[in-house]
């Protein structure tokens, strides 16, 4: 009798274990809660805007690496590292914020990054011609969220969109300079 209740003490630790195990995506760890209820403190535009810029962001960050590698123009490449380094800033800022309002982030379903068929194996000057334009069309809609958001009732994402804003501005009037 003993054994039987060791035994089902035992087994019902490891379940406990194993579902707690199951709460991280990649090296992003988060409350078992947010993984089953699906529940956040933010409203839908504050969560709209976390997931949406945060997954463009990290688009523009997988883009500007390549360019990093690939890339031959100095000004591209140039821009390519900075826009990198602003991307990374903003993605651990909205991971901080989603930490506050219980959003997910990055999501187990957000897609990976890949460019577009025939770019891989495109010329250096083809694959930033094609960087520059979909960095223009990620910036202008990153500051229409930023825009969107900026009138959102959170205070914390209001004020942050708001110092973010003229800084994203700049970014893409130097973009759209290299074109």
Do not use: W
Not at 77 to 86: G, I, R, V
Not at 92 to 105: F, Q
Not at 150 to 159: E, H, M, P
């Amino acid at each position: 009798m003993n054994k039987k209740i060791a035994l089902l003490g035992l087994s019902a630790f490891a379940s406990v274990l194993s579902m707690t195990s199951c709460t991280s995506v990649g090296e992003h760890k988060t409350s078992a809660e947010l993984y089953y209820t699906n529940f956040t403190n933010a409203d839908t535009g504050e969560y709209t805007f976390l997931r949406n810029v945060y997954k463009m962001a990290n688009d523009e960050v997988a883009f500007a690496n390549i360019i990093s590698e690939k890339g031959t123009n100095a000004a591209v490449k140039t821009l390519a590292a900075s826009l990198s380094t602003q991307y990374k800033d903003m993605q651990a800022k909205l991971e901080e914020l989603a930490t506050k309002g219980d959003v997910l982030i990055p999501y187990a379903a957000m897609p990976a990054f890949e460019l577009s068929e025939g770019l891989d194996s495109a010329q250096s000057t083809v694959l930033e011609r094609a960087f520059l334009e979909q960095s223009v069309r990620n910036q202008e809609v990153i500051i229409e969220k930023f825009e969107e958001v900026s009138r959102n009732t959170k205070v914390i994402t209001r004020d942050y969109a708001s110092e973010t804003l003229p800084n994203l501005e700049k970014i893409l009037e130097e973009t759209k300079g290299l074109l």
